[in-house]
């Protein structure tokens, strides 16, 4: 790799001579597998001669960010530059943590062992989806870090306590829907707390949420309108709106989820027989939809063109090395610009607004609620139901019918 990287002969020498050659070398060859370009190899390449001279023949034994800090400084006494600390730490960082050599900061929750043991039991015992389960995680330990933070603990808990934490959170963010989802959430998990007896069950049973009307809300779904404006803003040779567009006509033109997006495969896509296989989340079963010409040519255009050479067998991956496959948050931090750049108003601007503008139009070109929860994917009609209210045509016609001599 440094024979690539380097033209003079003095200049081969002397990274070729300097510790950790090996180690350098092969964390450089990684990188330009991950698609780092020539000119990003080279300063890494400086940066890490510099960490290779500083570093401690007992470096493989590991280095913490004071032990780092200390050789920056060293760096930086010698070229102190005004962004050679931080440089030096980005570079610095990833190759010790490449070699297994980063000791990482050790963050200490007391409630760790609690939440994996209750994510092992949501996996084998509930047979949770691993997005369900990442999604009530991340809730049970934002109540469990507020227990930590406030200084309660889980066997001493009272109900007056589980009213604190939602009057703490509830103030700044949460909704009524938001609060039913919690209470949901932190009932399930504090009835299987009191079952390996972590705390008392009457915790559990003193958990009551808000009362929610069923389909007392209408969808968040953007005009359709304004979705041919997003589409059609990604109409460049721009490399970022190439790939985006692809993203943005599966949430609009098939309904999928962000997380369904994110992890479709390069061989889900059938171009022979003008298909696309994928796995549906929810109903947790093969759906097979046409792959529709216009859909088709964006998805060419990106993976013949733009996307990265990889390893990955994911069809969307990011754009700047390393390149990995993009993750759920990242669909939406592609999406909700976009509604930004363009004064687009709607109450939600991730993806999902994009799935319910699919609905809403499908709906409005006559199709059954079955045929559209096939569509999007439903595991029932029940959840189909919702789009109805904002057919507003037939709803007008039921307004406008006339009852006649039943009057």
Sequence with gaps: MFQRLLSSAAALRRHQDAPFAAERERYLQYCFDSGATYGSLRIKSNELLWAARLLGADASHGIDMEKLKAIVARRTAVQNAPTAER?????????????????EPIVVFEYQSVLDQYCRWMHDERGFSDSTIVSWRDRVRNFLKWCSTTGQKLHLLQPSDIDNYFIDESAHRWNRVTVATMAGVLRIFLR???????????????????????????????????????????LTDDPRDVRDRAILMLLSIYGMRASEVASLRLDQVNWEQHVIRMFRLKRRQPQVYPLLPSVAEALARYIDIIRPSTSHPEVFIGLNSPHRPLTR??????????FLALGIEVAHRGPHALRHACATRLIAEGLSLKEIGDHLGHRSTSATRTYAKVDLAALHEVGDFDLGDLQ
């Design 329 to 338: 948050a990242g669909i939406y931090t592609i999406v909700s610009p976009r």
């Design 192 to 234: 299987y707390a009191a079952s390996q007896g972590w705390c008392t069950p009457r915790l559990a049973q003193a958990i009551r949420g808000p009362r929610i009307y069923k389909e007392e809300s209408l969808p968040f779904a953007p005009d359709w309108a304004d979705v041919q404006r997003i589409l059609a803003d990604t």
């Design 87 to 103: 440089r030096f730490i980005d570079i610095t960082r990833p190759w010790l943590r490449f070699l297994g050599w980063w000791k």
